[in-house]
């Protein structure tokens, strides 16, 4: 028998589902080449990478579970938590990390939830609203990776802003800028940033018909396939990457990359192109991540300076105990 032992660590589930579900998506194939014409694409010699990369990730982190008193006797669930979102800059002088968000709420669907100030920091209210079957709980998970999502959109602007900042203070045209923006995740609701790619490193779900989708599993390190589109829910442009890896799996290795539908498809092959280019330097390997390759060094390293920031989770918990203590009545 032959097998073949996946490098992803098995804790953070499977990089790639044992049976793919078959998307419901409408999906145009011919965008880059006819259907007929398709076979894997090699990296573009004439392809330079970017002179800065941006990558941009979030981290969240449930610091309570807690009940909101909206009469006597009556309460509703609710979610305590700390989340942050952050970029890190990869250019000529080195990796840097640029100003990230960090952020405490607590969120629920209780009309008389308000902010919770604790000696740890202040949880700001957000109030969600009940869906007929769905749980409570994922109600209001759902409500906390909205604000997550938020918030790494406010640190992708926000790291744009700080890496064009030197051009505005030369005189210079945003234009002369050489940057590619990489999301961690999904490009849902960020589609309109320039220069930007979403990066999905695990797979739910089959997006090409088997006879296409068959040509993923042959790809070399560096080759991809062609750009396609996927109309629904929403509209991206969409391509199959293959990191630098060890061989093994499949689909080791294999990364989904996004850009905006609303570009042109000369453009939407460009940033192709360039990720073929630049992805593969960041790939991690083994011995130094569980979740190699697809766990690429500038994103592995924001996350863990992010959960940092969120602070010592015993320290926050007791906090907001003593926070609740503070609220209840006194026992005459």
């Known amino acids: 028998m032959k097998f ?4 992803w660590d098995p804790s953070y589930g ?6 793919l579900n078959e998307s419901a998506a409408e999906v145009v194939l011919d965008v880059e080449q006819p259907v007929q014409q398709w076979c894997p694409v090699d990296p573009d010699p004439a392809v330079a990478p970017p ?16 009940w909101v008193e909206e009469e006597p006797g009556l309460a509703s669930p609710a979610l305590c938590a700390s989340y942050a979102a952050g970029a890190v800059c990869c250019c000529r002088e080195g990796a840097h ?34 869906r007929p079957g769905v749980a409570p709980g994922q109600v209001l998970s ?24 030197p051009l505005d203070g030369a005189g210079l045209d945003h234009a002369a800028v050489d940057d ?16 930007t790619i979403g990066y999905v490193k695990t797979h739910h779900s089959s997006y090409l018909p088997a006879q296409l989708g068959a040509m993923i599993a042959t790809l070399a390190a560096g080759q991809r396939t062609p750009v396609f589109r996927i109309e629904a829910p929403w ?19 294999i990364v989904r990359v996004e850009c905006s539908a609303e ?54 918990y007791r906090a907001l105990r003593r926070a609740a203590a503070e609220r209840e009545p006194a026992v005459v």
Request: charged share 25%; net charge positive.
């Open 4 to 7: 073949a032992v996946e490098a």
């Open 180 to 195: 590619l923006l990489v999301l961690d995740g999904s490009l849902r609701g960020r589609q309109h940033l320039p220069r």
């Open 142 to 165: 759902s409500a906390l990776q909205r604000a997550l999502a938020d918030t790494e959109f406010v640190a992708a602007t926000v790291a744009r802003a700080a890496h064009l900042a």
């Open 263 to 316: 570009l042109a498809t000369a453009d939407a092959v460009t940033l192709a192109s360039r990720s073929q280019v630049t992805l593969g330097r960041f790939a991690s390997v083994e011995f130094k991540d569980s979740r190699a390759p697809q766990n690429l060094y500038p994103i592995a390293g924001l996350e863990r300076e992010l959960r940092r920031r969120l602070g010592d989770p015993n320290i926050v």
């Open 14 to 19: 499977a990089s790639v589902e044992s049976e």
């Open 51 to 66: 002179e800065a990369v941006l990558f941009v990730d979030g981290v969240r982190r449930v610091d309570a579970q807690v």
């Open 235 to 253: 509209r991206r442009h969409t391509w199959y990457l293959r990191l630098p890896c060890r061989p093994g799996a499949p689909w080791a290795g």
């Open 97 to 130: 990390l640029l100003p990230p968000e960090v952020r405490r709420g607590v969120f629920s669907t209780a009309e008389a939830t308000t902010d919770i100030v604790t000696g740890a920091g202040a949880y700001q209210a957000h109030h969600t609203t009940e």
